[in-house]
Each structure stands twice: as C-alpha cells, then as structure tokens.
C-alpha cells in the first residue's frame, strides 16, 4: 500500500493510493496514520481497500503532508555510505554513527523548508527513511530487524553544517531546525519493498543533480541497524529512521561550496517510493 496524508498542516486526513493511481479515503478505518495504525490496522485497511469499501477521495490541488502522523522519535544514522564518508574526510565508522531528531523537525514532503537565521551552510541529504511497524527491542538478529519494518518512504534529512560541526557539542543543533526533515509523499508498506537495498536515490538543485546513489551502498544495511539501534534503545511503531545519505552533498564539493539558499528549489526521488519538491525559503 501507498499510504498517505493530504490537507492543511494539522488537519491533514488519511488516505491509500491504489495500483490505478486512485486515491481512497481511510477515514472510516483509522483516524490518521500513525503507530498504532501501522501496528493494529494494516491488514484491516487491506481488507476494505479489497472489498470496495472505502470512499474515493479528491485529492486535487490538495496539499499532501508527512506520510505519518505525530512520529514518536527520528533516529539518524551519520556516515552510513561511504563515499559520503570519504567526501566528508571522516573514516567509515565501525558501528553505525547515531543521533537524534526532533518530530517536529518533520514537514510534508512539498513544503517549504527553511533556512534558519544565521545560517550560511545548509545543506542537502536524500535518504531512506524506515518507519517502524512493530516493536523493536534486544533483537537477535538482522532478519529479526527487517521483520520489524512497517514502511518506507523518501526522507530529506537537512543540516546545517556549520551548526553541526563547527559550533562544538553533539550534531543536534545542525540537524533539529524547524522544517529540517520532509518526508514522503508516500509510506509504502514493506510488502511492497521486497529488497530495501536495491533502491536508487537521487537528488536535484535548481536541476543540476547532486546525489545518485544506491541503498546497495550502504555500510549498515536497513536490518543491521535496526538489529543494532535495538540494543540501545526500544523503538515503537511510528519512530522513523533515516539511514544515511549518499555521496554529492554540499559539504563534500570543493570551495564555494554550492549551500542552499533562498529561492532555491530541491527535488528528491528514490526508486518506487515517489518525488518530493521543496522550495527554501528564510526563517
């Protein structure tokens, strides 16, 4: 299933897209698109997609949000290509690089992203991003890890690289401003996505491509890092992780480093999992 939310910011309804490019309502099957949904309601939403159930929805001209309502928690992994490791002069890590974003730092997948006050290095990252479906706790295995993986969808994890890493402490202060993670337009369940490490990603500024890579790529694969993020922490149905970016971003090109600005436009793609556009704009 294509699951997804569409509506003004905050009142935004639950919707399905089908194979035919319809949009149904999910309405009388959940009240929005969140963790218990994606834990208790899936197979429901399967069943009255099936039998006709569910009201069409018009969904023209209408704003579509962040494919998952109220996140519990956006756990990143850093460094997690290494050719963006290379490009960022930092050695491939031996166990996944790990930090926090706040779930107010998520935004619909076509809304405008802003640049914060001050900032002259934000910068780009297309990324997997992974919702979690079922409780993940001590895991054993890898395999273990994937069985837990409610969804996918295209997550663009903006930083600020001079608040990352020039300003001292952790990367949260380069990686929490407001509007710093799109994420959609579409969550796709996992049956959907039968090998997560064989999607192309690719990101665009102003219509000159920056990143094209693949999930091959990654050092930790999807499974391995949540079989790991399992060990230190729980993670419910509804957290979201961002898996790692590919070579390309600003950061790694030589001076002037090509940083966004306002007015620019940046578009994100990964292979099923749908297109995002975003216009920067100023805090």
């Known amino acids: 299933m294509k699951l997804l939310r569409v509506g003004p910011r905050g009142e935004e309804s639950p919707a399905v897209m089908t194979e035919d490019g319809r949009l149904l309502d999910l309405s009388p099957i959940t009240a929005d698109i969140d963790g218990v949904f994606l834990a208790d309601g899936l197979t429901l939403a399967s069943a009255a997609i099936a039998s006709g159930d569910l009201p069409s929805l018009d969904g023209d001209g209408m704003r579509i949000g962040a494919p998952l309502a109220r996140p519990g928690k956006v756990v990143c992994i850093g460094l997690n290509y290494r050719a963006h490791a290379e490009e960022s002069d930092a050695a491939p890590p031996s166990e996944p690089v790990v930090f ?12 405008t992203v802003l640049i914060p006050r ?4 934000t910068d780009y990252e297309i990324e997997l991003g992974v919702v979690i479906g079922r409780t993940a706790r001590y895991l054993d295995t890898a395999e273990d890890g994937l069985a837990c993986v409610g969804g996918y969808a ?3 994890d903006v930083s600020e690289r001079e608040f990352q890493l020039e300003r001292g402490g952790t990367w949260d202060k380069g990686k929490n401003c407001e509007t710093f993670n799109p994420l959609g337009p579409w969550l796709v369940t996992a049956d959907e996505v039968p090998d997560p490490q064989a999607l192309d990603l690719r990101l665009w500024v102003n219509g000159n491509i920056r990143q094209n890579g693949s999930t091959k790529d990654m050092i930790f694969q999807v499974g391995e890092i949540i079989h790991y ?10 957290d979201i ?14 001076d002037p480093k090509p940083y ?10 990964i292979s099923g999992l749908g297109r995002q556009r975003q216009a920067m704009g100023q805090a």
């Open 118 to 121: 001050g900032s002259t290095k």
């Open 241 to 254: 992780i961002n898996t790692g970016t590919p070579a390309g971003v600003a950061l790694g090109h030589p």
């Open 100 to 111: 926090l974003k706040t779930p107010y730092t998520v935004i619909g997948p076509n809304d």
């Open 229 to 238: 993020l399992s060990q230190f922490m729980v993670l419910e149905p509804g």
């Open 260 to 269: 966004l600005r306002p007015g620019d436009v940046v578009e994100l793609e």
């Open 154 to 156: 295209v997550s663009h």
